[in-house]
């Protein structure tokens, strides 16, 4: 975790910083003004704390740390994606990506630094993992993704997605509490219900959202449709079979009635056959879901998947809608600088 002796500013409740404040012979209002500049103006340094006079600033200086997420280079999709690696105070790298459409902008955010779950067809997957993002740290990759966006399309951000780098489920807290800040009036302000959190199936946490009752949206990432497939593709299969997690995802909806997405990467000959699309068709039976995304594979040079021919892929595609499921084809975004789906990887790059 961050190496620091003073304790992060960010991590105080403004409760906490109102009894800091007293304590300190200072105004309570003192505490309302460095609050909004942690989380409603973004301030990254205490100097830029502009309305707070020379002394106090270098007082909280000298008393508490302020990291904060640098962009650290950036790169440019023919396609309008803009992929951010971003730098850690303690030196990390990690990626989020944001993905323009004409009706949306849509940051796809990371939540740990590398991946533990091995996911065989996920660049992230072949990293290790050196520690989950704190939830100032998520909150800092939506900021910048959001200024971006901003920026380059003239859109704020309308929707974000947890599917960058990391198992958001294995990083519960700091995920939560980050969606928390940033759907906060005084964060922000973006609807839970325009937030989905991705989870390759941790069935355990998927019930533990069901019992918070959390407002966000769930993605399940099946990617196969039965269990000695997806054991080969996904080792967190081993702990977290199919059915558990249909129990999960239903005990889920039973509490919150929130959307549920299922995620499934075409792989050729592998998970691309009607026999396939049946299965998956039992599974989509037993779980209210709202949608079955079905993903285009982006190749990665540890892995040899491919994916199908348009053909094979449209085949797949109507025999889903002939059965009645409510199937979308998810085309890639940002293949030219590696910022689709399961591309992500701290390649070097120049900037």
Not at 144 to 171: C, D, T, Y
Not at 256 to 269: K, Q
Not at 290 to 307: G, M, V
């Amino acid at each position: 975790m961050l190496n620091t002796d003073k304790k992060n500013i960010r991590h105080l409740s403004q409760d906490e910083l109102t009894q800091y404040f007293e304590e300190m012979g200072e105004k309570k209002f003192r505490a309302k003004q460095v609050y909004e500049w942690i989380w409603l103006k973004h301030a990254h340094t205490f100097d830029a704390m502009t309305n707070l006079s020379k002394e106090l600033r270098a007082k909280l200086s000298e008393h508490f740390s302020l990291p904060a997420l640098t962009v650290d280079a950036t790169q440019y999709s023919a396609d309008g994606t803009v992929k951010s690696r971003f730098r850690t105070t303690d030196g990390h790298l990690v990626e989020g990506v944001l993905i323009p459409t004409e009706n949306r902008q849509t940051a796809c955010v990371s939540s740990q630094i590398g991946c533990s779950l091995s996911c065989k067809f996920c660049a992230t997957g072949y990293m290790d993992r050196k520690r989950n993002l704190s939830y100032d740290e998520i909150y800092d990759e939506v900021v910048l993704i959001n200024q971006q966006a901003e920026r380059v399309h003239g859109k704020k951000l309308s929707n974000i997605v947890f599917m960058g780098m990391g198992e958001p489920l294995l990083n519960y807290k700091n995920v939560l509490k980050a969606i928390e800040r940033i759907s906060a009036e005084d964060g922000l302000g973006m609807s839970p219900r325009r937030i989905t959190v991705s989870t390759a199936g941790v069935a355990k946490m998927i019930r533990q959202l069901g019992d918070d009752k959390v407002r966000f949206k769930l993605a399940l990432s099946l990617h196969a449709a039965n269990d000695e497939k997806r054991h080969e593709i996904m080792p967190i299969n081993d702990t977290n079979n199919i059915k558990s997690l249909i129990d999960a995802l239903n005990y889920f909806y039973q509490q919150t009635g929130n959307e549920i997405t299922f995620e499934y990467i075409l792989f050729n000959n592998f998970n691309d056959s009607l026999k396939d699309a049946d299965e998956l068709i039992k599974i989509y039976r037993q779980v209210p879901a709202d949608l079955i995304n079905i993903i285009e594979y982006n190749p990665i040079d540890l892995a040899q998947f491919s994916k199908p021919d348009e053909a094979t892929t449209d085949k797949f595609m109507q025999y889903l809608e002939k059965h009645r499921v409510n199937v979308r084809l998810r085309r890639s975004r940002g293949k030219d600088i590696d910022a689709a789906c399961g591309q992500l990887a701290n390649k070097e790059v120049d900037v």
